[in-house]
């Protein structure tokens, strides 16, 4: 029986969120994201050893796991930061003079000694900074995998935040 699991809850689904008027005196920040090639399946990975990854054949993810990164990032800044907005970046935005944080997902899996991990880089105001993020699990399982997934998720929004 394949099992589907979802980054977001229904609380955080990450949804584009309206501009308020509010936010129109925020600084608008373009936010583009880029991830691993390997991450592009559908299907959840767990890293064997330190050259093998496995695809878990009856565990996929319900949308693609690119979107659900993206959107629980967009999700999680915009409800930290008082002072700016963050919007997907366009093609046409490439050029613009607005802010741009650009994030690099290179790992973001489970692995073999129960450890989920989230590493990768990101350029925001000029700087480049390298997150690498790891939570030991409590609880077999791909469902509690996915829960501390999430958690690193906000760990990374939060440390991009504070920049």
Known sequence: MTSYYMLNNPASSGVAQAVHSKDKAKQKVLLSLEVADYL???YLVMQMD??????????MWAEPLTDSIFNSLLHDLNAMSDTEVIVPALRRDQDSQQAHLSVSIDYFHVTSQSKVILSGSYE????????????TMQEDGYSHS???????????????SST
Request: charged fraction near 20%.
């Open 40 to 42: 592009s399946s559908p």
């Open 50 to 59: 330190a050259h093998k990854i496995h695809y878990a054949t009856f565990h």
């Open 124 to 135: 925001y105001q000029g700087g480049h900074r390298n997150f690498s993020f790891e939570e």
């Open 146 to 160: 996915v829960a501390l997934m999430r958690a690193l998720m906000q760990k990374l929004a939060k440390q991009i």
